[in-house]
């Protein structure tokens, strides 16, 4: 039997991970969380001593035999990096910066690419990203593009960052959010932009819950139709 693909797409900090992760579960379907995988690249990239901006090393870095791979314990996700769990190192500020800055590299891009697809023609997948129903699955069964204002999702990164005990400011972290809704909107490989066919989702005025109930049912509706 065919695969299903469901693809959601999305500016930074829109909650597209949360989401799409509670939503596989409910719905049986593997999550690929295909920002987790540029982080990773980005931590390499980081590792390796490359620079933000110096886009001319990452080839090299991609080069030494690099791998990254998803697996899933007791429902889990876990992202590996040659074999080692990289899963809470890649979820710091710094490695947002770090993925949004090689997520616009073409051979970074092209890296992933492969296994992404693989993924969507072995599992019935929800993947989430900036380009997933435009570039990675524009043949996917369901595409969603969620989003939500500048300030809405800058007040929730906020608040996480608190309670991570991360010292920023709400003015900080709204002015970061807008630069990479800039950066993304405007790279010249694959950038952040809704597709033609995807049902637009905006969670601004939402809660959590009400968000993952509005996706859940853009995809219910679209299997069973």
Not at 7 to 19: R, V
Request: proline share 3%; with cysteine.
């Amino acid at each position: 039997m065919k695969s299903i693909a469901v693809a959601i797409d999305g500016p930074s900090g829109a909650g597209k991970s949360t989401i799409a992760r509670a939503a596989a579960g409910h719905l049986g379907f593997v999550y690929v969380d295909t920002g987790a995988m540029y982080r990773t690249i980005g931590l390499a990239v980081c590792r390796a001593g490359v620079q933000l901006g110096e886009t001319e090393k990452i080839p090299s870095v991609l080069d030494t035999g690099l791998q990254v791979s998803l697996q899933y314990q007791d429902g889990v996700q876990h992202v590996l990096l040659n074999g080692e769990d990289v899963s809470g190192l890649i979820r710091t500020p710094e490695m947002s910066k770090y993925a949004s800055f090689v997520s616009a590299v073409p051979a970074v891009r092209a890296f992933l690419l492969d296994t992404q697809r693989e993924m969507a023609r072995t599992y019935n997948v929800i993947m989430d990203g900036r380009d997933i129903g435009t570039v990675i699955l524009p043949d996917a069964e369901v595409k969603i593009f969620l989003t939500a204002s500048p300030e809405a999702r800058a007040r929730r990164r906020f608040l996480e960052l608190q309670e991570k005990g991360e010292q920023v400011t709400y003015e900080e972290v709204l002015a970061d959010m807008i630069q990479r809704d800039h950066d993304d909107e405007t790279r010249a490989a694959a950038p952040l932009k809704q597709a033609e066919d995807a049902v637009l989702v905006d969670t601004s005025d939402l809660t959590l819950e009400q968000s993952m109930e509005a996706v859940e049912a853009v995809v219910r509706r679209a299997l069973e139709g």
